[in-house]
Nanobody, 115 residues
């Protein structure tokens, strides 16, 4: 059974930092491309960042220079380091795993940026 479990979300003040994690089990993690997506209330889910199995990264323009995606193949975990957080970063952040036609999603972790 494939499981993607996000953790590390919470409430943070504007300008603050947060690192969220996604622990993956039930698949060969190293061959999957991984991503973080987010969905704010009343909005569509949007891409935040992706990292390929070869460690190539891609970021949404809105988070470039502030967020960093990374992966640890030994721990089957993908991370998203978020710095200089803004209220507009408030959303549920979902982990995504893709390999060919296989695709899996986590349940998400809430990130709230507010003073």
């Amino acid at each position: 059974q494939v499981r993607l479990v996000e953790s590390g979300g919470g409430l943070v003040q504007p300008g603050g930092s947060l690192r969220i994690s996604c622990a993956i089990s039930g698949l060969i993690f190293s061959i999957y491309d991984m991503g973080w997506y987010r969905q704010a209330p009343g909005k569509q889910r949007e891409l935040v960042a992706t990292i390929t199995r070869g460690d190539s990264t891609n970021y949404a323009d809105s988070v470039k220079g502030r967020f960093t995606i990374s992966r640890d193949n030994a721990e089957n975990t993908v991370y998203l380091q978020m710095n200089s957080l803004k209220p507009e970063d408030t959303a549920v952040y979902h982990c995504n795993a893709k390999f060919l036609r296989a695709e899996y999603w986590g349940q998400g972790t809430q990130v709230t940026v507010s003073s």
